[in-house]
């Protein structure tokens, strides 16, 4: 009984770690000409005044800080400006986070929190300007695909963002599979990745999610894509569950990304 159950264990594939992220690449920057801010518990933003909302800027600790992603904003002259940030964990219908300037004071919104932000010390402004290192944006993972079973399993597949245009990169590098319900994914050790112009297989130890396009019946480019998971001789058919509409799930309760540092000031500030 033994000798079978050390056979089996020693038969069975490891589920490797998930990839190690790229190393960080220094942002091309002057720390000389930003205004540093803090909300006095080491959390700092760092701003090109002459930018205003377009930036860049910069958020992080005393020894690194990460370019921040933003999506617009405005501004009224030099009195006041608002710089709308990038963080999808932040349920937007309740206003986009953002990082404004306003009757002279600065502030952060994550959420329903508002955090009001001072200029650092000359000290800190020193320090930071001369020793922290200033990189580009942190995260660099993108949702892909989504899709669950009618008995609650999700099946979630993501990749590294091509930071350029935000989409996957070209070449196909580090495709992951997670499966499990929501809250208790798990990541999948992949066999093969099939990307084309006839359909998409993630395909794992455990299974394939397979999303298969008939080529005598091409499926319109604005019809809901069909996915299946397929295991053994097992098939279930898979319902597509929108990224951009559950970006707050997919970040935060879905389990995959909810412990990770997104490099804006919502890691610390919401």
Known sequence: MFALLSLALAAAPAVPPPPAAPPPE????????????????????AFDPQGAYQGPAYY???????????????????????M????????????????????????????????DLVKASEAEHNDLRTKANFYKPRWTRRPYRLARDDAGTY???????????????VDGRDWRLWVG????LKLQAMKNVV????????????????MVIN????????????????SGKSEKKLTVVPIEDNAVMVYTSLG???RERLGTPCDDLM
């Not at 990307?195 to 397979?210: L, P, Y």
């Open 256 to 258: 995959v990304y909810d």
């Open 60 to 82: 992080g600790d005393a020894k690194s800080l990460w370019r921040i992603r933003s999506y617009g904003g405005g501004a009224s002259g030099t009195e006041q400006f608002n």
């Open 26 to 45: 220094k942002d091309a920057v002057e720390p000389g000409k930003l205004t540093v801010l803090t909300d006095g518990k080491q959390h700092y933003l």
């Open 155 to 169: 099946y979630f597949v993501d990749c590294f963002r091509d930071e350029r245009g935000g989409d996957c990169k």
């Open 215 to 230: 080529a005598n019946e091409p499926t319109p480019s604005d019809s809901p894509r069909q996915y299946k998971w397929v």
């Open 181 to 184: 319900q929501r809250g208790k």
């Open 84 to 115: 709308v940030l990038w963080d999808p964990r932040v349920d937007r219908r309740n206003g986009a986070p953002s990082f404004d300037f306003k009757d002279g004071k600065y502030s952060v919104t994550c959420g329903d929190k508002t955090t």
């Open 195 to 210: 990307n084309d112009s006839v359909g998409e297989i993630f395909s794992s130890v455990a299974g394939d999610m397979r």
